[in-house]
């Protein structure tokens, strides 16, 4: 009996104006646009394969070689469209084998930290729907396959594209309209990089999804920061990349992530995703913003404590020079560049 099977990777995205708050759970639609930029394939990403046969008996997932329960909704969801997908094609051509009521068997590795606050559900649809999309030879483009990747989990929109990508919240009920677009396309601005610093690794002990769901239903500040704050920073930040403004871009970056960990403060009972060193980071950022009087560097840190730091290529030497003297006595620190050379870095910048 035959057995089909497509594979694909899905690159994180790490998002600069934060989606936190669903005005639908059950859809998966969120209380405010959204945007973050998608990291190299060759960074953190997930590798997913998907296979079906005939005789198969059930559908499994197999995550970072242990076996995950499907019972959850939003899995469920994310097949049960991508098979009405595929029936829709077999029905329009009966020579079509029925992969369609044929079992799933899926195998998924991140090659980063699971529900850490990388991202990993972002990743992780994404690579699960296009997988399966390819095994299907679905004819979707991204953006319809987006608002099946946002069923899974939201921020899973945006990894169906590169560069600079915005969720646009939408308005309708039945989410037909709250799918991903690319704002731009990394080559357009190549100079801008991502590092991200790992402060720990452990699963969080408040998921996104329930710790965003007691911000909306707690917290006062999220009111004003969905009905004000981000409508207006969405645009002022598309703004920003268009036009390759970066210390405007950084400035909102770094502004968003506070307003967005102000909210889960705010929440009751607070929510702590960002710990001390994480506060260290912000910190340092600062300073180096202040030693250079300019903004070279912004952080931004999702929902746990780990950053991740945007900068222009240009600026490299200047932000790992100051890296370096908070990290390498680090266990486990490790950058693309031997401790010798950033200490070159480190001496140019000491004077
Ligand atoms: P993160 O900050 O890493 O996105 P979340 O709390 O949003 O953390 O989501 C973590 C959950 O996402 C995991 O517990 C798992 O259920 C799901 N997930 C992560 N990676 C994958 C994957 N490769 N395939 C399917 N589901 C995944
Ligand atoms: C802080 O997309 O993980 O990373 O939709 O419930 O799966 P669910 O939540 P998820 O939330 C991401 C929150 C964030 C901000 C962002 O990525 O925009
Ligand atoms: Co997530």
Not at 124 to 139: E, N
Not at 151 to 162: E, H
Request: glycine share 4%; net charge negative; with cysteine.
């Amino acid at each position: 009996m035959s057995v089909h099977i497509a594979s694909t990777t899905a690159p994180v995205n790490i998002a600069t104006l934060k989606y936190w708050g669903k005005r639908d759970t059950a859809l998966n639609l969120p209380t405010n646009s959204s945007i973050s930029v998608t990291l190299a394939q060759e960074d953190l990403r997930t590798l997913t394969s998907a296979a079906t046969s005939a005789s198969f008996e059930r559908d499994t997932l197999w995550l970072n070689g242990k076996e995950e329960s499907l019972d959850n909704k939003r899995t469920q969801d994310c097949l049960q469209d991508l098979r009405d997908l595929r029936r829709a094609l077999e029905e329009q051509d009966k020579s079509l084998e029925p992969l369609s009521q044929w079992k799933l068997h899926i195998a998924s590795e991140n090659n980063f930290p699971t529900a850490a606050g990388l991202a990993s559900s972002a990743a992780g649809f994404a690579a699960l729907v296009v997988a399966i999309a390819k095994l299907y030879q679905l004819p979707q483009d991204m953006s319809a396959l987006s608002k099946v990747a946002r069923k899974g989990s939201g921020s899973a929109c945006r990894s169906l594209f590169g560069g600079f990508v915005a969720w646009e919240m939408g308005e309708q009920a039945d989410g037909s309209d709250s799918q991903a677009v690319q704002v731009l396309p990394l080559d357009k601005w190549p100079e801008m990089k991502a590092a991200i610093l790992v402060v720990s690794d452990a699963k969080k002990d408040t998921s996104s999804t329930s710790g965003m769901q007691r911000t909306v239903h707690t917290s006062d500040l999220f009111k004003e920061r969905v009905d004000t704050v981000v409508p207006r920073r969405f645009n002022e930040m598309k703004e920003a990349i268009v036009q390759r403004d970066f210390p405007r871009f950084a400035e909102l970056t770094m502004r968003d992530s506070n307003s967005f960990h102000a909210t889960c403060l705010d929440s009751y009972p607070p929510i702590f995703y960002l710990n001390d060193t994480s506060r260290k980071i912000i910190r340092l950022v600062d300073g180096i913003n202040a030693f250079y009087n300019e903004t070279i560097v912004a952080y931004t840190f999702d929902a746990g404590p780990n950053a991740v730091l945007y900068y222009e290529e240009k600026n490299e030497q200047k932000l790992f020079a100051f890296l370096y003297h908070l990290l390498s006595g680090v266990d486990g620190w490790k950058s693309k560049y031997g401790d010798e050379q950033l200490k070159a870095f480190s001496d140019a910048f000491s004077e």
